[in-house]
């Protein structure tokens, strides 16, 4: 059925309860599980003269921004370890998270994507956008949707 399985994560309540349903689907068939965190690409910080970032220097912020996804990120393995899986973790930077997501399951031959939506409806909904709807109307791999 399928044999590799990605979860993005950014790391809320609702992408962790993906992560934790990948995991079992993967532990049950046996497949490869890859944990991907998509961030927007940021070259250099935006300093705000007088704001708290003013004071520190480029390199200081991308490293808290580094270390915080390398937190989401083995939070996500801790979901996976509890299920008896071990798995892969990648991160990407990318203004739209839906194609990176899309890219990276391609690149990494994903037959299933199990991706969290947040349930918005109506006109927050609309307004708001959705990367889980902008993903199931632009890939032809699988996504199951945990809500």
Known sequence: MFTNIL????????????????ARLAQSLRAKLLVLHV???IET??????????NLGGKVVMQEIE?????????????AAADGVTAGTAFIAGYS???AIIRIAQEQHC????????G????????????TQKLLTHT???????R
């Open 7 to 22: 979860v993005p994560t950014d790391g809320s309540g609702f992408s962790n309860k993906a992560v934790a349903t990948a």
């Open 39 to 41: 961030r927007s690409p």
């Open 45 to 54: 910080p935006h300093h705000v003269e007088g704001g708290a970032l003013s």
């Open 67 to 79: 270390d915080e996804e390398r937190r989401l990120l083995d939070a996500a393995l801790e979901i």
């Open 97 to 99: 998270p839906y194609e």
């Open 111 to 118: 037959d299933l994507i199990v991706m969290a939506s947040h």
């Open 120 to 131: 918005r409806r109506g006109i927050s909904g609309f307004l708001l956008g959705s990367e």
């Open 140 to 146: 032809t791999i699988p996504v199951l949707i945990v």
